[in-house]
């Protein structure tokens, strides 16, 4: 490819003949080769521009003065070495440069932007523009690969900016790739780009990236209708301003200087207010250059701008009854200094003032009113204008009144200037999302909360938070009284306090940095008993377990508790167990509190977890349990086991997971005796005909089976399998003579009421035998007498 592009640009013939022309001209009168640098000077340039047409740098500042050398001392062997490196080199950086994709198209709503038509340069690098109407916008992502490769698909790689709904997907065998994504906070997110990757086709190289920058734009306008244009000097009026957007205008607490009308914006309640200060009189124009936060295209969308178009407005500036005097500082500080030693102040000459004199300054016109500061004049300045100590010893707001320079009571002149107190936090609240003003100021790493800051002059204040963002908001508030802020913990963050400064020096007020402390389900908890680890949060009900429970081990998944969108931080744990034996008697009884599970170092902040407190390897109940072993529990025992957080540990409810396993078994042996009465009995190869009865009660010791049902705890099926023997006619209540007393080996099967809770049962019997004293086979059936003690 490199080869052809040299030959398309006419480097590679340009280089022979310059080479040829420079050799025949560096020949003597005798036909020898004599070097001359003049004569491969074109040799050069040509060699130049080729390493700089293929690419690589290293290839134009190694290679190329390699060849020189070569070509200068006549190794022309060697100068096709040199060029042949060259060409690899400049293949190399080809390759390498390949973009991964061919064409980029992002839709939202009804429009559709492509990267091949629609982008622009910001800072000198492409951005692909789009325009949105909500912070949250939905779009379409197709993307156009550079090759089709369908064994090594392109892959998005996932964003704090945005949300993937759906998954990027190769649409006809990977023509071309379809996405599904929801952006995030529009309006204040920066640097917004799309990344792909591909696996490299080389087993044991990188994969290959690219990366798109985006650009959202929206379109912000903004108004000014003021109903009343008359204004005073000295005076300031505040107008309300009108924006489809108002948080994409950007805020100035900074008074304008210089202007026939000073001017500044901020924001009350969610409404744009501009501030106007008049400083000539007459009629004049006041020109308003706003800024947005977001920018926009103009120039056929060719070019980005922050500014938006002037706003031009005539006002009618007109004298106060006596003359204004203005002043070089708008904003005095009430403090010892300024109360004992004054401020100095640059005032407007007043023509009748006398040097070395103090001046009383005061709320009203009229006489009595309330000291509000003292002006001692010191000295005339060039510029007609008096060099003064001001010393303030009340509060003032321009909104509020005037202030009259009286002498003698007698009110010479007016000025205006705000007095406020020296800016002081007293009470920092935060607001969690979802939750109330609280003075508790614990924040979490990669939270967003509200911070109100009270006390006084707080809307001079120029507070900023130690390495945290702040984000515009609608709901800012911003008073002399308190002010709110939107701030964004980063969740990288390795402070245990933001500080909060004022223009630079702290201000004593901080946020303490708490590790995130919430309930997580209980998924990472792990349990096993004689099978692999299962979640104790699947196992829901009694768990029948027909085996020998050797142990039952906790396991913890510290991997499970933190995500990339979801931060709970250590889990604090309490196990609750008893054991109970088959009649649900209490066998033993422990607790086990203080059980403390810390993510791993797969999450952010894996590493600020990590104390001596954290949970190291698995519990195994039978180091918990004193009396009796998980092994030497009988049949249908039950091992209660209560998961639960430790809800002293949170300010929200925990999660409860109980584990109940019984101690199955399908088969119960034992001896039983029981009383047989009225058996009918069938003799094989007798002489008697027909059936047998017996008038008397007889006895019989078996070896009996008994069969659980599989689907209830501790319940036995109605039936029964044995072996044993039977002695017939045991209690002889017969006067018969002929009845008489017999002993057999019997294998029966005994039908039982299902009843539990009844103390006389009557079974059947069903079986057959042999009996010992006759040599005879024989069949029988009969009832019986049970007695359940």
């Given at each position: ?695 008397g009660i007889s006895l019989a010791t078996l070896a009996q089976f008994s069969f659980y049902n599989p689907n209830k705890i501790n319940k036995l099926r109605p ?71």
């Amino acid at each position: 490819m490199v080869l052809v592009r040299l030959q398309k640009a006419g480097l590679i013939q340009r280089y022979n003949l310059a080479y040829t022309a420079a050799a025949e001209s560096s020949k003597d009168r005798t036909g020898k080769y004599k070097p001359s640098r003049k004569n491969h000077t074109q040799v050069f340039g040509w060699l130049c521009q080729g390493c700089t047409f293929a690419g690589p740098s290293w290839g134009s500042e190694v290679l190329f003065p390699l060849f020189a050398v070569l070509h200068l001392f006549r190794f022309r062997s060697l100068c096709a070495l040199a060029t042949s490196l060259l060409l690899l080199c400049a293949f190399t950086a080809t390759a390498q440069n390949t973009p991964l994709i061919r064409d980029l198209s992002l839709r939202t709503d009804t429009m559709r932007y492509q990267l091949s038509r629609n982008t622009v340069l910001v800072q000198n690098e492409p951005n692909l523009y789009f325009y949105y109407r909500q912070d949250d916008e939905t779009a379409e992502l197709l993307v156009y690969p550079q090759q089709v490769k369908p064994n090594a698909p392109l892959r998005l790689v996932r964003s704090a900016d945005f949300s993937l709904l759906d998954s990027l997907t190769a649409i006809e065998g990977g023509q071309y790739y379809r996405a599904k994504l929801r952006f995030k906070d529009l309006g204040a997110t920066r640097y917004l780009r799309l990344t792909f990757r591909q696996p490299s086709d080389s087993v044991g190289h990188p994969a290959l990236t690219q990366t798109v920058n985006l650009l959202p734009v929206t379109r912000t306008t903004l108004e000014f209708k003021p109903t009343d244009t008359e204004l005073f000097i000295g005076e300031e009026k505040v107008f309300t301003l009108t924006s489809n957007y108002p948080k994409n205008i950007r805020l100035s607490s900074e008074w304008t200087k210089g202007q026939d009308i000073d001017y500044r914006l901020d924001q009350e309640n969610g409404a744009l207010r501009l501030h106007v200060l008049p400083n000539a009189l007459g009629t004049r124009l006041l020109t308003m250059r706003a800024q947005t936060e977001r920018a926009f295209l103009i120039d056929n969308n060719r070019r980005v701008s922050f500014a938006l178009p002037p706003i031009r407005q005539e006002f009618t500036v007109k004298a106060s009854r006596l003359r204004f005097l203005s002043v070089d500082k708008k904003e005095i500080t009430l403090d010892d200094a300024s109360r004992r030693k004054g401020v100095e102040l640059i005032l407007d000459n007043g023509r009748t003032f006398d040097l070395k004199k103090t001046y009383r300054i005061e709320d009203q016109e009229e006489a009595g009113g309330g000291l509000v500061a003292e002006l001692f004049t010191r000295q005339y300045l060039t510029n007609d204008r008096v060099l003064c100590w001001l010393r303030v010893y009340n509060t003032h707001r321009q909104t509020d009144s005037y202030l009259y320079i009286k002498e003698n009571d007698q009110a010479k002149y007016i000025t205006n200037f705000n007095i406020s107190p020296k800016i002081s936090i007293n009470t920092v609240s935060v607001r969690h999302r979802g939750g109330d003003w609280s003075t508790n100021t614990n924040v979490n790493p990669g939270e967003t909360v509200d911070v109100r800051l009270e006390g006084e002059s707080l809307s001079r204040g120029r507070f900023h938070f130690e390495d945290v963002r702040i984000i515009p908001s609608d709901s800012s508030i911003r008073t002399d009284a308190s002010v709110v802020y939107r701030v964004q913990v980063p969740i990288t963050i390795d402070k245990k306090r933001i500080t909060i400064f004022n223009a630079g020096q702290p201000t004593g007020q901080s946020l303490p940095v708490r590790e995130f402390q919430r309930p997580h389900p209980l998924d990472f908890v792990a349990v096993t008993f004689g099978e692999a680890p299962r979640p104790v949060t699947r196992l829901n009900g009694p768990v029948l377990y027909d085996k020998t429970i050797r142990d039952v081990v906790f396991s913890f998944n510290a991997g499970a508790i933190d995500s990339e969108q979801q931060l709970y931080g250590k889990q604090y744990l309490t196990f609750d167990i008893r054991t109970q034996n088959a009649k649900g008697e209490l066998i033993e009884m422990r607790t086990v509190d203080n059980i403390v599970v810390c993510p791993d170092g797969n999450s952010v902040r894996g590493a600020f977890y990590q104390d001596k407190q954290c949970q190291v390897g698995n519990i195994s109940l039978n180091n918990l349990l004193g009396y009796r072993k998980t092994y030497d529990l009988d049949d249908w025992s039950k091992i209660l086991i209560t998961v639960r957080h430790t809800q002293a540990q949170y300010q929200e409810p925990g999660f409860t997971q109980q584990l109940e396993l019984v101690l199955q078994r399908r088969v119960k042996f034992d001896i039983d005796i029981s009383f047989p009465a009225g058996l009918l009995t069938k003799q094989i190869n007798s002489d008697v005909k027909g059936y047998n009865s017996f008038n008397g009660i007889s006895l019989a010791t078996l070896a009996q089976f008994s069969f659980y049902n599989p689907n209830k705890i501790n319940k036995l099926r109605p039936y029964k399998v044995g072996a044993g023997f039977v002695a017939f006619n045991a209690f002889n209540l017969s006067q018969d003579a002929s009845v008489s007393r017999e002993l057999g080996i019997v294998v029966l099967g005994s039908v039982y009421p299902t009843r539990s809770d009844a103390k006389f049962t009557f079974p059947l019997y069903l079986g057959g035998g042999f009996l010992l004293n006759k040599q005879k086979m024989f069949f029988m059936l009969g009832p019986g007498i049970g007695i359940r003690l």
